[in-house]
């Protein structure tokens, strides 16, 4: 089962627990959902993610982690997804949204480039905004939806699948 695979990356419950950090959420992480392994917690774990992957905003493992506990999904795959978007991928993420969010809104694509400064942000950053915002939401939904499909087509697949392989075995364990 995918079960399996994912057990293996994974890493334990108590370990998670045990982190310095966590000790704040006191019992919120005894809640068995958030680190149980079966189709519905990982699809919607894979859903978290991946929208979360797409927020332009700071705190995505932050957003996901609470987004994990408010839907009772698998809090590890929620969290460990939104490092799609790191710092080598978000430019080419972001650029894309806002490309997409400029063809969307039928907006004209501005000229602009990036400086890692506060001036820049509040100078350039108002501009560029609305059409990034649109861009980023619809690929959020749009990606978290076809995980969360994914996962649950690919589990079911996988589980029909070893069956059809033990019923098999089960017959030629039967033949004379």
Not at 86 to 114: D, H, K
Request: aromatic share 14%; charged share 15%.
């Amino acid at each position: 089962m995918p079960k399996k695979l994912l057990k293996r990356w994974i890493p334990d419950p108590d370990k998670i627990k045990r982190q310095p950090g966590l000790h704040l959420l006191g019992s919120l992480l005894d809640d068995p959902n958030l680190f149980h392994l079966n189709r519905h917690s990982v699809s919607v774990a894979f859903f978290v993610g991946l929208f979360c992957t797409f927020v332009p905003l700071p705190g995505q493992m932050v957003m996901a982690a609470l987004m994990a506990f408010f839907l009772r999904s698998n809090l590890p795959i929620s969290v460990g997804l939104v490092w799609i978007s790191n710092p080598i991928t978000i430019p080419p993420i972001f650029y894309a949204c806002y490309r997409l969010g400029v063809w969307m809104l039928q907006a004209p694509e501005l000229e602009f480039s990036i400086e890692l400064s506060w001036a820049w942000v509040c100078e350039e950053f108002p501009k560029l905004w609305i059409p990034l915002l649109t861009g980023s939401l619809f690929c959020a939904v749009l990606f978290g939806c076809l995980g969360y499909l994914f996962i649950q087509g690919f589990w079911r697949w996988h589980v029909v699948s070893n069956w059809e392989k033990r019923k098999l075995a089960r017959r030629q364990a039967k033949k004379p």
